[in-house]
């Protein structure tokens, strides 16, 4: 289902204690804010997943991991189920995000599987895509999005697709206070969405919700998400403090 959403991509940070404190300001914030559109999701690192999910009430916010592996259960050392993840009440993953492409190889083979696991535990993927600053000055950035999209999502059917949120991440807009401009996204978005239209349908590519992610803070939010196919943020280094997270999900 279409849905706005801002989502916090926590990454690599925070101490447990630092975690909670940030999850209680949260909170104390969105007190008034009892509602599913915006939706907020607040993606935490693994060892945090628990006493977010325990802490939010059943409105709101939802609680989503940064990854999952690839395979079901059993011998993979360190690594962590989509059960695992359900059955501690996280609600939505991030999968294919630009970091674990270049640092962990993450490529369209595993994340096809991710999805089907994923899908399987009613998890929502948060599916990242998004062009390096060499493929967008070649101006190839609609193919290498068009082949992310297709080779990871397309073998999902009409049903499965609309549980897909989709994220575009410009990689050279990624932590570097380099946002794409508002006609940037709102193209790509659009660009997607048509993807969508050809392989499934008008209906269910209206039915998606596609984010931006890039450089998103409360400065910028609100001119992004004015667009008509940019349907909230993946935020960054800006969901890391209470307020300016809150700022960017009051941007509609
Ligand atoms: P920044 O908002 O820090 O640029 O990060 C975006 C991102 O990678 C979200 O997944």
């Not at 660009?191 to 984010?211: C, F, G, H, P, Q």
Request: proline share 3%.
């Amino acid at each position: 289902m279409r849905q706005k959403i801002v989502a916090g991509n926590w990454k690599m940070n925070k101490s447990f204690q630092e975690a909670e404190d940030l999850l209680d300001e949260i909170l104390e914030i969105m007190e008034e804010e009892k509602g599913e559109n915006p939706q907020m999701v607040i993606c935490t690192p693994f060892p945090y997943l628990e006493l977010a999910t325990d802490m939010m009430d059943e409105f709101h916010p939802k609680i989503g991991a940064q990854n999952v592996c690839e395979f079901e259960n059993g011998a993979y050392t360190g690594e962590i189920s989509a059960n695992m993840l359900n059955s501690v009440g996280v609600e939505y993953c991030i999968i294919g995000h630009s970091e674990r492409r270049k640092y962990y190889a993450e490529n369209s083979g595993s994340l096809v599987k991710k999805l089907d696991l994923l899908l399987n535990e009613g998890i929502t993927p948060i599916f990242c895509c998004g062009e390096v600053l060499e493929e967008r000055e070649a101006d190839k950035h609609f193919d290498i999005v068009r082949a992310q999209v297709e080779e990871a999502l397309f073998h999902l059917n009409s049903d499965e697709i609309r549980n897909v949120v989709i994220a575009y991440e410009p990689v050279w807009a990624i932590g570097t206070g380099k946002t794409a401009t508002s006609a940037q996204a709102q193209e790509m978005h659009a660009y997607i969405r048509a993807l969508l239209n050809v392989k499934y349908s008008k209906d269910i590519s209206e039915e998606i919700t596609i984010l931006y992610g890039g450089s998103c803070n409360a400065k910028n939010a609100r001119e992004l998400f004015s667009n008509p196919d940019v349907d909230g943020g993946l935020i960054g280094g800006a969901s890391l403090k209470a307020e300016d997270f809150f700022k960017i999900y009051k941007s509609f």
